[in-house]
């Protein structure tokens, strides 16, 4: 199994367990922000100029979420 495959399954299983502890989807916000929150503080753990790479991915996440307004897909 390929790490993205890996990693794929891992949060498969972490998106079936946050939807069992709290299935109303409005209530998943605050763990999105938190897990935002987790990956910004690994970024720049590692290597403070990644700052500017993890602000890029939250403009390419941005519009991946504004494109799945628009066409209902990801």
Same mark, same amino acid.
């Given at each position: %199994? #390929? &790490? $993205? ?6 949060? $498969? ?8 502890? #709290?299935?109303?989807? &409005?209530? =998943? !916000? #605050? =763990? %999105?922000?938190?897990?935002? +929150? @987790?990956?910004?503080?690994? +970024?720049? $753990?590692?290597?403070? +100029? ?6 890029? %991915?939250?403009? +390419?996440?941005? $519009? @991946?979420?504004?494109? !799945?307004?628009?066409?209902?897909? =990801?």
């Amino acid at each position: %199994m #390929s &790490r $993205d495959d890996e990693l794929r399954e891992m949060l $498969d299983k972490t998106a079936s367990e946050i939807k069992r502890l #709290s299935s109303n989807p &409005r209530t =998943w !916000h #605050s =763990w %999105m922000v938190y897990l935002l +929150a @987790a990956l910004e503080k690994q +970024a720049t $753990d590692v290597n403070p +100029a990644n700052t500017e790479s993890y602000r890029e %991915m939250l403009s +390419a996440l941005q $519009d @991946a979420i504004r494109n !799945h307004f628009r066409t209902g897909g =990801w």
